[in-house]
């Protein structure tokens, strides 16, 4: 990071393109470059690379294009000094073009940063792929990222589909074992068969020997490119929050945890990362959210807008969960933990040290390995809960007696 990093601001009016596969890698790299920007001005004055970086052929490939620039090395430091980091890279790369980044699915809650540090330049996300196959591209780069879809590219794999019903959650399974059963099978439809406005699970059948195999996302048919279907990414399959019968999956989460941090609005204060778990050990179980902030302003927020957030949360979620919390009494009220910075940086570096990869790491929407809620909560500074019930009609539940 450190060696690319430099390589990237030696020829900085040469850049055109940044990015990383996806947002969350990108905004990593933009905070490593606010952490150790004086180190990278030191090597850029002087020619030399930081003794830090020990890899000898690293330090070779650097060598070739680092030569001191003591104006380049002022110029750098003058803009990260600045109060804010608002433009940060198209001050310190202004012939960037775009940002080549996946913005699709639950990493579009990065947008508003990503806009904050670039300026509002277009948001690219050209493709949509996995370690166990390349699925397709997105045929119009440049339109916005809410309505990005991707055409699959047929000779990638053999694609089939399992229509989904998401239905508020209410029939999502809670584990998507990777096999199908026999009226799984069965139901199994051709790229050709797919329908508009369905959803489907993705199975793929790949050269190297998976067989029908269950990728995990669900996707959406936005429309056709002559006859090829087009995709919408709408989310992970397995990501489902549940304590009794009600099911949330990381649409929903994100929709509701994106309508309560409007009320951080009066305090320059925005959601840098989140993460969920299900916690079965007190009765009844109760939803925690685990929220990462990024503050701005200087007005504390007070304990009664993170209670709004935990209702508002509350209040947009399925009227199963409503049902659990205020009919059946079976879900405590919904908790919202506040953790120290840096702690989603820490969540990651565990994962690696457990063999994940740097580039493909995505934060989990809901944990539940043990070794990881308890790094969560080790780093948890308050802790608030939702104040009152949430609204919920009966109607539903009386239609379905009468049935
Ligand atoms: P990995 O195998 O670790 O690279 O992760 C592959 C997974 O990343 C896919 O199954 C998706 O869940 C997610 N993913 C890949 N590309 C995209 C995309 N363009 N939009 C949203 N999610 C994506």
Same mark, same amino acid.
């Given at each position: 990071?450190?060696?690319?990093? *430099?390589?990237? @601001? &030696?020829?900085?009016? +040469? /850049?055109?393109?940044?990015?990383?596969?996806?947002?969350?890698? !990108?905004?990593?790299?933009?905070?490593?470059?606010?952490?150790?920007?004086?180190?990278?001005?030191?090597?850029?004055?002087?020619?030399?690379?930081?003794?830090?970086?020990?890899?000898?052929?690293?330090?070779?490939?650097?060598?070739?294009?680092?030569?001191?620039?003591?104006?380049?090395?002022?110029?750098?430091?003058?803009?990260?000094?600045?109060?804010?980091?608002?433009?940060?890279?198209?001050?310190?790369?202004?012939?960037?073009?775009?940002?080549?980044?996946?913005?699709?699915?639950?990493?579009?809650?990065?947008?508003?940063?990503?806009?904050?540090?670039?300026?509002?330049?277009?948001?690219?996300?050209?493709?949509?792929?996995?370690?166990?196959?390349?699925?397709?591209?997105? *045929?119009?780069? @440049? &339109?916005?990222?809410? +309505? /990005?879809?991707?055409?699959?590219?047929?000779?990638?794999?053999? !694609?089939?589909?399992?229509?989904?019903?998401?239905?508020?959650?209410?029939?999502?399974?809670?584990?998507?074992?990777?096999?199908?059963?026999?009226?799984?099978?069965?139901?199994?439809?051709?790229?050709?068969?797919?329908?508009?406005?369905?959803?489907?699970?993705?199975?793929?059948?790949?050269?190297?020997?998976?067989?029908?195999?269950?990728?995990?996302?669900?996707?959406?048919?936005?429309?056709?490119?002559?006859?090829?279907?087009?995709?919408?990414?709408?989310?992970?399959?397995?990501?489902?929050?549940?304590?009794?019968?009600?099911?949330?999956?990381?649409?929903?989460?994100?929709?509701?945890?994106?309508?309560?941090?409007?009320?951080?609005?009066?305090?320059?204060?925005?959601?840098?990362?989140?993460?969920?778990?299900?916690?079965?050990?007190?009765?009844?179980?109760?939803?925690?959210?685990?929220?990462?902030?990024?503050?701005?302003?200087?007005?504390?927020?007070?304990?009664?807008?993170?209670?709004?957030?935990?209702?508002?949360?509350?209040?947009?979620?399925?009227?199963?969960?409503?049902?659990?919390?205020?009919?059946?009494?079976?879900?405590?009220?919904?908790?919202?933990?506040?953790?120290?910075?840096?702690?989603?940086?820490?969540?990651?570096?565990?994962?690696?040290?457990?063999?994940?990869?740097?580039?493909?790491?995505?934060?989990?929407?809901?944990?539940?390995?043990?070794?990881?809620?308890?790094?969560?909560?080790?780093?948890?500074?308050?802790?608030?809960?939702?104040?009152?019930?949430?609204?919920?009609?009966?109607?539903?539940?009386?239609?379905?007696?009468?049935?």
């Amino acid at each position: 990071m450190y060696s690319q990093m *430099l390589c990237g @601001l &030696c020829q900085h009016k +040469e /850049v055109l393109r940044v990015g990383a596969v996806f947002a969350s890698g !990108f905004i990593r790299a933009i905070k490593f470059l606010e952490k150790h920007w004086r180190f990278l001005c030191n090597d850029i004055r002087t020619g030399t690379i930081d003794s830090q970086i020990t890899d000898q052929s690293v330090r070779e490939a650097v060598m070739k294009i680092l030569k001191p620039d003591p104006q380049l090395a002022d110029f750098i430091e003058a803009e990260c000094s600045k109060d804010s980091w608002q433009g940060i890279i198209t001050r310190l790369w202004p012939n960037t073009k775009y940002v080549d980044v996946i913005v699709t699915g639950t990493m579009s809650q990065y947008i508003p940063t990503l806009d904050y540090y670039t300026n509002g330049l277009p948001l690219v996300c050209t493709m949509y792929a996995s370690s166990e196959c390349y699925f397709g591209v997105n *045929l119009n780069p @440049l &339109c916005k990222p809410s +309505e /990005v879809s991707y055409t699959l590219i047929p000779t990638m794999a053999y !694609f089939e589909f399992l229509p989904v019903q998401r239905n508020n959650g209410a029939n999502s399974s809670i584990s998507v074992p990777k096999t199908l059963n026999e009226k799984e099978q069965q139901e199994l439809v051709d790229l050709v068969d797919v329908k508009l406005g369905q959803e489907y699970e993705l199975v793929v059948t790949t050269y190297s020997g998976l067989y029908r195999y269950r990728v995990g996302d669900v996707l959406r048919v936005a429309g056709f490119k002559n006859n090829a279907p087009q995709f919408n990414f709408i989310c992970r399959k397995n990501v489902v929050l549940c304590i009794d019968s009600d099911k949330t999956d990381e649409v929903e989460l994100q929709n509701a945890v994106k309508n309560a941090v409007n009320h951080f609005l009066p305090f320059d204060a925005t959601l840098a990362e989140y993460t969920s778990y299900a916690d079965t050990t007190t009765i009844p179980g109760h939803y925690v959210l685990y929220w990462e902030l990024s503050l701005n302003g200087t007005t504390p927020i007070p304990p009664s807008v993170f209670e709004d957030c935990c209702l508002t949360i509350e209040e947009s979620l399925n009227s199963v969960y409503r049902q659990g919390r205020v009919c059946d009494k079976s879900i405590g009220p919904l908790e919202i933990k506040i953790v120290e910075q840096g702690t989603f940086d820490k969540l990651m570096d565990y994962a690696i040290s457990l063999g994940a990869s740097i580039n493909q790491y995505k934060t989990p929407r809901c944990v539940k390995f043990a070794p990881i809620v308890e790094l969560l909560n080790s780093r948890a500074v308050s802790s608030f809960f939702s104040p009152k019930c949430p609204k919920w009609f009966p109607g539903h539940k009386q239609w379905i007696n009468m049935n």
